[in-house]
């Protein structure tokens, strides 16, 4: 069973001080940190374990500038078997159509089963490459995914709704499941795994500069802060039954 | 000249430096609490090959680099340093000393068990008598004809209660001094063989730390490590390396003592404004940057010197274990200073790592021992 692993580099912004770059429409990214989108580290899992349990062959491919080797090398050491880096000039400029339609075209020569991504990304939370991707190529799609069985050429699929839901799909291969956090538990690379990564090629692709956008982001901002918190005053005794009450309120006790 | 870390080094460290942050934040806490030895930790270390990676592919290690294993102890004892020491222990004092001087026999039989995590391993030389003095110890091991028989007590052994190999230095000859000594392979299970008393540490308190107990202690003949009369050149030879990886425990301990002190200086806020606005907390950030930096290239330097085989690595490593040590004691005061009063409760992981850095300029050479090999080097 051949799987496409769709991975993007994105800064940690969970517990950063972020600041918005003005006249770019961006983020300041020089004093993050990145990594794997989080989301694309369970679906790196999830083709992994497919490999492991069915054979065949994990292509990693990533739109992204030279440094997304970093996190390509990490899956490479996983036990992908090879990599796809897609680098076009207008890098920043590209909105999740032009994402799909540049991996689209990469895999037209390329056989595979699956092609996972994670949910969302991080950084622009589209949600949305797998499932153009899926519509370019003339696929089938599952988004969201919080569970996966799997057989030789379809597999069931469980997305969660609201309200506790649980809905659940069989899908026909080839098929995009773009894969909810938490539906596998993603293994660190091993020391072997990283001393073989080196000889596995990652084919790098410049398809110069590509403008296929439909969307176009406008502004970039920090959203007014809300009503303040409210501090109440007395005794501990008041205070922990003015507490009660508000978590009462709340439907929280 | 070049400082970069290659592709392998890199990915190394992320890998470790995310284990650590997952697998063991909340354990270090736990375990320096009740003292218990990280088996599951250590467990999935294995898995990785992080207890292996002194020892060649052919003996089912990973045979990295000694840069790569400083960069791991580094990154694990930021998060742990019982772990990071338990790490550099079964690395480079248990396993090294058997693929540096082991026969082929010797090799096969007890480098995959170790490599592989399934066996703990520690070295013995410390005893009640001998710290500093090292070729002061009263272990004895004489000659039975098809084997030989151990009587002794050895203290502070790193490992000691988790270990089923134990690396032990013995007199075959005590009247010849530094000639008369030798190292020997010690089973577990040898007849004769027991652990003593569990210390009860100030710091790197899950280390395992216990005496050993010898007596009349059967060791099979085979199990002689190295030449011959040579065991005091063997364990020169040994503890040469395992400074670049205390070293390297010393800058990640250093290391996480700014992580705290940066992380709380920017939430604690007096008259009105975040203490990291205070100049007199920047001066002592700076300092501790600085200082870590410059631990860092040291004690990577001397594991460089060591990886391309230049022989005065054994002076640089000195240095860097000095160094480092000093550095991380320091940085752990400070932090421990810009915290003020909650520095001094169990509320925040500063007190315990100002409790494990102490340790470094004790074990592994003292700060004093390593100035005189130092100073000696200048005087020659």
């Known amino acids: 069973m051949n799987s496409v692993v769709c991975i993007k580099r994105v800064p940690e ?5 972020l600041k918005i770059d003005p006249a770019n429409r961006k983020l300041e990214v020089d004093n993050l940190v990145f990594g794997i989108n989080e989301a694309d580290n369970y679906a790196l899992e999830q083709a992994l374990l497919l490999e492991e349990e069915f054979g065949g062959e994990v292509i990693v491919v990533s739109v992204g500038p030279p440094e997304t080797d970093e996190i390509i090398r990490m899956a490479l050491a996983k036990g992908a078997g090879r990599a796809i880096r897609i680098s076009p000039e207008n890098l920043s400029e590209l909105d999740p159509y032009s994402i ?6 990469e895999l037209e020569d390329e056989e595979y089963d699956l092609i996972f991504t994670g949910c969302q990304a991080s950084d622009d939370g589209f949600s949305q490459v797998g499932v153009a991707l899926a519509e370019l190529l003339g696929i089938q799609h599952l988004s969201m995914a919080v569970k996966m069985e799997t057989e030789e050429e379809s597999a069931t699929v469980n997305r969660e709704l609201e309200g506790g839901l649980m809905a659940q799909y069989k899908l026909n291969f080839p098929a995009v499941i773009t894969i909810q956090t938490g539906l596998n538990e993603p293994r660190y690379a091993s020391i072997l795994g990283i001393k073989r990564a080196g000889s596995k090629e990652i084919r790098v692709v410049e398809p110069g500069s590509w403008n296929e956008k439909m969307v176009e982001l406008n502004k970039l901002s920090f959203p007014p802060p809300g ?6 005053q007395g005794s501990p005794a008041e205070t922990a039954e003015k507490v009660c009450e508000v978590l009462k309120t709340k439907g929280l006790l | 000249m070049d400082f970069n870390l290659t592709d392998d080094q890199k990915l190394l460290q992320k890998m470790v430096r995310d284990f650590a942050e997952k697998e063991m934040r909340e354990k270090a806490v736990e375990i320096d609490e009740s003292r218990e030895f990280p088996f599951d930790t250590l467990k999935k270390m294995a898995s990785l090959g992080l207890m292996g990676m002194v020892v060649p592919e052919e003996y089912h290690g990973v045979g990295m680099d000694f840069v790569s294993v400083a960069i791991a102890v580094e990154e694990i004892s930021r998060v742990c340093a019982s772990t990071g020491v338990i790490v550099a222990v079964q690395n480079t004092l248990a396993e090294y000393p058997i693929v540096a001087f082991g026969t082929e026999e010797q090799k096969k039989k007890y480098l995959p068990d170790m490599a592989t995590g399934k066996k703990i391993g520690c070295i013995c030389l410390t005893e009640p008598n001998a710290g500093s003095d090292v070729a002061g110890f009263e272990t004895v091991a004489v000659d039975n004809g098809d084997h030989w028989v151990l009587n002794g007590a050895k203290r502070f052994i790193t490992n000691g209660t988790a270990s089923d190999v134990f690396i032990t230095f013995a007199y075959t000859d005590r009247e010849k001094r530094h000639k008369g000594m030798d190292v020997f392979i010690v089973d577990k299970d040898s007849p004769g063989l027991s652990v003593g008393k569990h210390e009860n540490l100030m710091g790197i308190r899950a280390t395992g730390n216990c005496e050993v107990i010898y007596d009349n202690c059967i060791v099979p003949k085979e199990n002689l490590l190295g030449p011959k009369s040579e065991g005091f050149k ?3 030879k040994i503890l040469d390396v395992s400074r670049i990886d205390i070293g390297a425990q010393a800058v990640g301990i250093a290391q996480s003592a700014l992580d705290e002190a940066v992380k709380y200086s ?3 806020v007096q008259f009105g404004v975040p203490i990291c606005t205070f100049q007199m907390i920047q001066d002592m950030l700076a300092q501790m940057a600085t ?5 860092r290239l040291l004690v990577r330097q001397s594991a460089f010197m060591k990886d391309a085989g230049i022989p005065r690595f054994s002076l ?3 240095m860097g274990k000095y160094y480092a040590s000093e550095i991380a004691v320091e940085c752990a005061r400070m932090s421990l200073q810009i915290h003020g009063g909650v520095g001094y409760t169990k509320d925040y992981p500063i007190e315990r790592i100002y409790r494990d850095a102490k340790i470094l300029e004790i074990y592994e050479g003292t700060t004093q021992v390593q100035k005189i090999v130092i ?6």
Do not use: P, V
């Open chain 1, 227 to 232: 009503k303040m918190a409210e501090i109440f």
């Open chain 2, 266 to 268: 920017r939430e604690r």
């Open chain 2, 316 to 318: 640089q490593s000195s």
């Open chain 2, 375 to 380: 100073a000696r080097s200048l005087l020659k």
């Open chain 1, 100 to 105: 799909a339609k540049l991996i689209a075209h």
């Open chain 2, 291 to 295: 200082k870590i930096e410059a631990a």
């Open chain 2, 234 to 236: 063997t364990a020169m």
């Open chain 1, 13 to 17: 912004t969970a517990e950063a001080t």
